[in-house]
Structure formats: C-alpha cells, structure tokens
C-alpha cells in the first residue's frame, strides 16, 4: 500500500514562473519529510527537508509548506530556472528508520 | 559527485542467475541505505545497515539478501532473478543511525540490472 501519494505526476513550467509539488502522507509515525532532485542518470539528491514540528522552511528558491493536521507537504520553487527540469521525489521517513518515497514528479522549466 | 560509490555501473544478466552489486559509503558515514528505482514502481527502499546491523527492511524480497562488511561496504545480492527485477539499483549512506535522528542520505551513482 502506498503511504505517500505525490502529484502531479508531470509539470510544465514556464521560466520565472512557480512549481509547486504536492505529497499527502497517511502514516503518522513519520518523522522526517524530505525532497530529493534526481537528474538523468543519476542518483537523487537531497534538495530541501522539513520535520513536523515546523510548518515551513526555505532555502533559496525552494520551499517546503507542511501541514501536519491535514498530513500535506509541498515543494514550491520560486523563479523556476531551465536547470530545475529534473524529477522530484517526496519521501517521508520513520522513525523506525523505514524511507517511503511518493512516485515522483518530472518538471520541465520552459525557456 | 556524492561521495558515494557503486560497481558496477551496468549489469546484465539472465533470469535465473544471481548478481552482487557493491557499494562503498562516503567516508565517515555508517549507515548504508539500498533502494530499487523501477519505472512502475517509483523509488523503494529494501533495507538499511548501520555499522554492520540491520536497522531498518523495507520492500525487500526473499530472493534479495545484503550485508555491510567492517569496512562499511555493502554488498546486495540477487538472486533466482526475474525479469522484473530489471532496475536502477541505489546505495546511499549517512552518518548517523535513523534512530538518533534524521541526517542526510547521499545516494551513489546506481547500478542499472537488466534481466533479459
């Protein structure tokens, strides 16, 4: 069964524009959200994390939004740049240390 | 480059067969993480070592087995292989034991098993 359900599935953006990410987690022993970027051919790597306890966190252009009572997490990246066009996945992490990750989504960042 | 290191990068095999694929953590880290990337399947994690212990399975079948050596390598071994076992294979490691709180995975380059 699937505890962490990621949407869209793909994403078309124009450059400058905002791409924003969803996850709902059902699972409430997690304790960990983060978000990876994963390009062609390589592996993902962690992009932006956020526990619980904070209901957002920003690092550059990228921010989570969490919403524990609605179990809801979400990845917006402001003045979204060719360069993002990437896969990214959600994952949500247990404190029994299992990682679930959502299906991913492609964003392609427009010229 | 993540630190993290995987062999070999392509693997292809028959079904039926069994194949090792390696991993060598960034230095300094001691968990080891191992996830399956399938096309229909999205990214899955199998199993987590720590210093050697297993911490932490997730989807991982019988026919799939791992280990971390003192040396912290890890080695995950397929076996009795099927044709939709074909897939990126990752490795990532971390510091720090889940337990003890969450910390950064880095994840290796992938091994890419097709099983014809």
Same mark, same amino acid.
């Given at each position: ?9 793909? =994403? ?26 994963? @390009? ?5 790597? =962690? ?10 966190? $920003? ?10 009572? +609605?179990?809801? @997490?979400? =990845? ?12 990214? @996945?959600?994952? +949500? ?12 989504? &492609?964003? &392609?960042? $427009?010229? | 480059?993540?630190?993290?290191? *995987? ?8 079904? #039926? /067969? ?11 880290? !001691?968990?080891?993480?191992?996830? *399956?990337?399938?096309?229909? /399947? #999205?990214?899955?994690?199998?199993? *987590? ?6 911490? %932490? ?8 087995? %791992?280990? /971390? ?11 009795? !292989? ?9 490795? %990532? ?24």
């Amino acid at each position: 069964q699937q505890q962490v359900k990621q949407s869209p599935q793909s =994403l078309i953006v124009q450059k400058g524009g905002i791409s924003i990410i969803n996850c709902a987690y059902e699972n409430t022993a997690f304790d960990y959200f983060p978000w990876y970027q994963q @390009f062609p051919g390589k592996g993902p790597a =962690l992009l932006i994390a956020i526990r619980p306890d904070v209901s957002e966190k $920003k690092e550059g252009r990228f921010t989570i939004s969490f919403n524990k009572s +609605a179990k809801q @997490f979400s =990845l917006h990246i402001m003045d979204s740049q060719p360069g993002d066009s990437a896969t990214y @996945f959600c994952a +949500a992490i247990g404190t029994a240390g299992k990682s679930t990750f959502g299906d991913g989504t &492609t964003l &392609t960042v $427009k010229p | 480059d993540s630190g993290v290191t *995987q062999t070999p990068k392509h693997l292809i095999t028959a079904t #039926g /067969q069994r194949v090792t694929l390696r991993c060598s953590p960034r230095s300094g880290d !001691l968990s080891v993480y191992w996830y *399956q990337q399938s096309l229909d /399947q #999205g990214l899955q994690f199998l199993i *987590q070592y720590y210093n050697g212990e297993e911490r %932490a399975k997730g989807n991982i079948l019988e026919r799939f087995s %791992a280990q /971390q050596f003192p040396d912290l390598h890890s080695e995950l071994n397929l076996s009795s !292989l099927e044709l939709g076992d074909s897939a990126l294979y990752f490795c %990532a490691s971390s510091v720090r034991d889940r337990g003890h709180g969450a910390d950064t995975q880095y994840f290796g380059p992938g091994t890419r098993l097709t099983v014809l």
